[in-house]
């Protein structure tokens, strides 16, 4: 009698054959797919099923699975605590070598450590500039330099009305990102800018702390403007000039010193 039950091998005209697509789910026993069955890189992120999956989500190793850590706070940093620990988001600490002054785009920047230790900046291997415990700058070799022109300045590429805020310059060279600058010939006149873009500053306010907002001629001088803080002394290795168009303001109580 002929055996029609042959399950694996058999006689070639016997074997079952098991058509495409015909395998569910329950003919599977649980657990019973192993890792050597899966082709390497053939698992992609729409197969790994990870709960509170959102954009920023990091996944890691707990010690026992793979498991999420949900996004943290805008501004803060990933965390480790070595082996033996999971991964953290938290505030970017400033009590180590080097503080800051804050994480917002407008907040100061503070250099230096917190502890009662030197400062100093190396170059080559040797600090050439050290300020000490009591806050007393010293110069290694007892020399200091100094650029023999205070301020910055240009001319004007083109003549302006008094009201574009856009500013172009012949060169913007060593004018810093954001700034005060002035004409003080034909007309005074401070601008306040917030940006620059080629050879022009740009986002102008015109007429800006007590002057007016004037026209002004191609090849017009401008330079920064700035002061001192109150109660701060100058001291330049001179002789030094101040730049066409620059201005430079003493703040109360303050000394320009040229030696």
């Not at 450590?113 to 600090?127: P, R």
């Not at 020399?143 to 590429?157: E, I, M, R």
């Not at 290795?237 to 066409?244: E, K, M, Q, R, S």
């Amino acid at each position: 009698m002929a055996n029609t039950s042959y399950i694996g091998v058999g006689p070639a005209d016997r074997d079952p054959t098991v058509t495409d697509n015909s395998v569910t789910e329950g003919k599977i026993a649980n657990d019973a797919v192993t890792n050597t069955k899966i082709a390497d890189n053939a698992v992609d992120g729409a197969q790994i099923a990870l709960t509170g999956n959102v954009q920023g989500t990091v996944m890691y190793y707990n010690g026992t699975d793979w498991v999420v850590l949900t996004p943290g706070t805008s501004g803060e940093a990933l965390k480790t605590s070595g082996a033996g620990a999971n991964p953290t988001w938290g505030a970017v600490s400033s009590t180590g070598d080097f503080a800051n002054g804050g994480d917002t785009a407008t907040a100061n920047r503070t250099l230096g450590n917190n502890d009662n230790f030197e400062l100093g900046f190396e170059t080559n291997a040797i600090n050439w500039f050290n300020i000490n415990t009591d806050g007393i700058p010293e110069i290694t070799g007892g020399l200091s330099a100094n650029f023999d022109t205070a301020g910055v300045a240009s001319t004007l590429s083109a003549g302006i009305d008094a009201s574009v805020t856009t500013i172009p310059l012949t060169s913007t060279t060593g004018f810093p990102a954001t700034g005060t600058v002035g004409f003080v010939s034909p007309a005074t006149e401070e601008i306040t800018y917030t940006g620059i873009a080629g050879n022009s500053l740009t986002g102008a306010t015109r007429g800006a702390g007590t002057t007016t907002a004037a026209a002004h001629l191609s090849a017009a001088a401008i330079g920064t403007v700035f002061s001192t803080p109150s109660n701060y002394n100058a001291l330049s290795a001179g002789p030094v000039g101040i730049a066409v168009g620059s201005t430079i303001t003493l703040g109360t109580d303050s000394v320009w010193t040229v030696v």
